[in-house]
């Protein structure tokens, strides 16, 4: 909360190919959730280099997933969209933090785990201590609601122990921040595997649509995508790659999954497979114009980038000054 205001952050790694999960998990909520808050979207490029990046590609990815934001619909003149490293109040904050969460608490990190499984060469303490800058970033900002996936929630609840401590201690200093988890959408699961989630990561192309995916290759991969042999379209576990199926159509039309078993009742998977790519196409193909558009407009894109850092530093210094004086580092003389 600022003043009478809720506030809102959210964020998105600018790290490999941005898939379907993502905007249906996360972008496609901030969009339907932007009016209600004051809005930070952040790129958060620092939390890019806990695996190693080349550096051409990642200032390149991280100027793409900006323009991706404002061409899925968020409105940078209004919303706060910028870059995490532009505010150095992210550092300064989780290092704060850091100091405020147990080590027994991050060893519990079902992401940890994964990625230091995936990086056995590279698990350093950034990969360890991820969740604390996460936490930072939404305490910076005293946010009420946090738009994220299903995966995230592990996460969101370590920030709020976080905040719940340093309060206990320093009285009401951080918003204690609510997830907002999506009803359609919030796990999109592999179309290869659909009992594992869609990732950026993963090694089988055909396992996610790339928001980058021309019309063709989306209907190749949901044409391609793993179902069973039960031969009926109903939503429910027994049938995990159905479900998927049905989860994403609603989540690109806006139907109920009754809605949508009704429609498809009596038909075979490749009506469905065919409906569910047509649904998707439509969402991203508007999107996909857009980018190319705003690639175009750099001297835009500069600007917004400029005032957006300059907005976002105002409010995290708010707050890091509270906390600072709050943990008894002394007064800067000026
Ligand atoms: P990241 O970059 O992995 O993912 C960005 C958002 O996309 C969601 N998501 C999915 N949702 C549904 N189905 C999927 N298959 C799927 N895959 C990804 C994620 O839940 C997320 O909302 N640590 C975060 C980024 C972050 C952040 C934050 C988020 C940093 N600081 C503060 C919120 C608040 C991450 O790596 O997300």
Known sequence: MIGDTKVLFSGMQATGNLTLGNYLGALKNWVNLSDEY???????DMHSITVRQDPAELRKRARN?????????????????????????HAELAWILNCF????????????????????????????????????????YQADVVPVGADQMQ???????????????YGDVFTI????????????????????????????????IYLTDD????????????TDSEGMIAYRDEQPGVRNLLDIYCACTNHTPEEAVNEF???????????VAESVVSVLRPIQDRVKELEKDKAYIDRIIKENAEKAEYYANKTLRKVKRKIGYPDRIR
């Open 265 to 275: 009742a009596g038909q075979g998977y490749g009506t469905l497979k065919g409906a």
């Open 155 to 169: 996460h969101l609840e370590i920030t709020r122990d976080i905040a719940q401590r340093f309060n206990k201690i």
């Open 38 to 44: 004051l809005c930070f979207y952040s790129v958060v």
């Open 101 to 140: 969460t147990y080590m027994g608490e991050l060893n519990r990190m079902t992401q940890f785990k994964d990625k230091a499984a995936k990086h056995a060469d590279n698990i350093n303490a950034g990969l360890y201590t991820y969740p604390v800058l996460m936490a930072a970033d939404i305490l910076l």
């Open 177 to 208: 921040p609510e997830p907002f988890i999506g009803k359609a959408g919030a796990r999109v699961m592999s179309l290869q595997n659909p009992e594992k989630k869609m990732s950026k990561s993963d090694e089988n192309p055909n396992a996610s």
């Open 65 to 89: 997933l900006l323009h991706l934001y404002i061409a899925a619909g968020l409105d940078p003149e209004k919303a706060v969209i910028y870059f995490q490293s532009h505010v150095s109040g």
């Open 215 to 226: 019309p063709d290759t989306i209907v190749r991969k949901f044409k391609r995508a793993v």
